[in-house]
């Protein structure tokens, strides 16, 4: 829990901000199509 | 001079980008089309990675770190908005932006203005010319500073030297190969960036006795990411808000070869920038745990944690092509910025307003520009070597000013159909004055004069939110072109 501030903010929000990347990229191939 | 093994790894470096501007050469010379952006066939690879980081300058290796070293992990708001807001520029405005501009034949930001907005009279591209100009210039002379101060320190040189070697560089492979060249360079220099900002924090980290122990040893402020005031969060995330009217990021999106790409540039770009983004983060950290007091590092200047890192920790050979990657960063921003600056003078200025309707060749317009580089590294050097006072509040500003002087207008002629020529004026016109007394006004906060953006949130903020405003206001008064309906239809199909 001491590092829970650490681990949001170097992991969990880097890694939702690829996720929101590769979903977009998805979204947007699947309206393109 | 000191011949170490950090040259070896400089001169190694400055030889690559110097090939590049040769090899684009035969590649810019066609036309303005081919000098100013490629015309329009660079990879999505390519575009991706130069249009990150040629937004990023030298901010990411000294400033970032240098703000986490002092804040710890909260310096991560600081990256957060430009990096998501970049990401939805890829996804929805840039293919766009890339089909207008394709079918208008338009190269710079005040060509597809003036195109989307009807501009017979050339109001607008006069004043968004004047606005590019008036930010860029004292940008570049910046980051040639920098530089100069940079390579004076590596290399035992005098500052003037490093400032001449610096802007010669950028003007040498800027002048031969155009946009071709800046964007080739920027690729390997975000090949370069990126082995610095990864490389470096891993090694500092194991040394140090492994991530355990550097977390032990950092204190609880240091890894809480709330850890910051609210003013100072919405002045960090709303830095995101600049990147849509800087225009040098712009034409990155209008050179691409294929308008489909821009979705596969903008999942690369933003991985790419993550792992830069959140690498600087890491070497504050890390800097903090070698050296926990401020004191100890030259000057007690945070944002020498970097290079101060790297003399520590590489291999001469590694840290050469580690401090390499600093110069990548100026350089890569340099060249875009004064690209930028040339195609607002040669396109905007020279062939659309002064010679108007006039035939010119193309071999005389790229001559005409490469003039015009020349010229503009000179007065940028001159401007350098007069240069006094902070380099990251200047940097920040050259962000802030086209970013809340361009940006609103810019998003509002691509996705608003009522978007006019009089609200793109004053949104311009608006958001220049609003970012200039944003910095200029003071207020007392304890007793010393501060500025409002020191003392309330960062200009780039107040002057967006006034600029749109603006543009919102006299849009709705005045009458939008008459077939804007047909050239909105030209940016979805």
């Known amino acids: 829990m001491v590092y829970m501030g650490f681990i949001v903010a170097m992991l969990v929000i880097p890694a939702l901000i690829i996720g929101l990347a590769f979903l977009l990229y998805a979204l947007t191939g699947r309206s393109s199509s | 001079m000191n011949l170490d093994p950090h040259v070896y790894a400089f001169v190694a470096y400055f030889v690559v980008v110097l090939a590049i501007g040769f090899y684009a050469a035969k590649y810019s010379s066609g036309g303005v089309s081919e000098f100013f952006i490629g015309g329009r066939t660079l990879s999505r690879f390519v575009v991706a990675l130069s249009a990150v980081v040629s937004a990023r300058s030298a901010w990411v290796f000294l400033g970032l770190s240098g703000l986490a070293y002092k804040m710890g992990v909260s310096a991560i708001w600081f990256v957060v908005g430009f990096i998501t807001s970049e990401l939805f520029l890829f996804m929805f405005f840039a293919p766009r932006i890339r089909k207008f501009s394709g079918r208008h034949d338009c ?23 004047v606005t590019i100009l008036m930010f860029m210039l004292p940008y570049i002379s910046s980051q040639f500073v920098a530089g100069g101060k940079s390579f004076a320190g590596a290399f035992e040189l005098s500052e003037m030297y490093g400032i001449y070697i610096t802007a010669g560089v950028v003007m040498l492979y800027t002048l031969l190969g155009g946009f071709v060249a800046v964007s080739l360079t920027d690729t390997v220099q975000a090949v370069v960036m990126i082995f610095g900002l990864v490389a470096l924090p891993v090694l500092v980290i194991i040394q140090e006795g492994g991530l355990d122990q550097v977390l032990q040893s950092l204190g609880p402020m240091q890894i809480d990411p709330t850890q910051i005031t609210i003013g100072m969060l919405v002045g960090a995330l709303g830095l995101g808000l600049g990147s849509v009217g800087n225009p040098h990021i712009t034409a990155r999106y209008m050179s691409i070869r294929d308008v ?32 926990p007091d401020v004191a100890l590092l030259p000057g007690g200047d945070a944002e020498k944690v970097f290079p101060v890192l790297t003399e ?153 939110v006034a600029s749109l405003a603006a543009c919102c206001l006299v849009s709705w008064l005045t009458r939008p072109p008459e077939d804007a309906t047909a050239l909105m239809s030209e940016m979805s199909n």
């Open chain 2, 107 to 129: 190269i710079t930001v005040p060509d597809f203005l003036a195109a989307r907005l009807q501009d017979r009279l050339g109001v607008l591209r006069f004043v968004t010319v």
């Open chain 2, 260 to 291: 489909d790409g821009l979705r596969y540039a903008g999942v690369l770009g933003t991985v790419w920038c993550v792992v830069m983004c959140w690498g600087a983060v890491f070497v504050g950290l890390a800097g903090r745990v070698a050296y």
């Open chain 2, 312 to 464: 520590s920790f590489l291999h001469p050979v590694f840290a050469g092509v580690v401090l390499a990657a600093i110069f990548a960063a100026i350089m890569s921003t340099a060249d875009s910025q004064l690209l930028v600056s040339v195609s607002a003078i040669v396109r905007d200025i020279y062939q659309k307003m002064i010679r108007k309707g006039a035939e010119i060749s193309q071999f005389s317009l790229v001559l005409l520009s490469r003039v015009i580089v020349f010229s503009l590294v000179v007065l940028a050097i001159w401007f350098g070597f007069r240069f006094e006072g902070q380099l990251h509040d200047l940097i920040v500003l050259a962000w802030s000013g086209p970013g809340a002087a361009l940006g609103p207008m810019m998003l509002l002629s691509v996705f608003w159909k009522r978007m006019t020529l009089a609200g793109g004026v004053a949104g311009v016109l608006v958001g220049v004055v609003t970012v200039l007394l944003w910095v200029n006004i003071t207020v007392m906060v304890d007793g010393v004069e501060t500025p409002l953006n020191k003392a309330y949130v960062g200009e780039i903020v107040p002057g967006f």
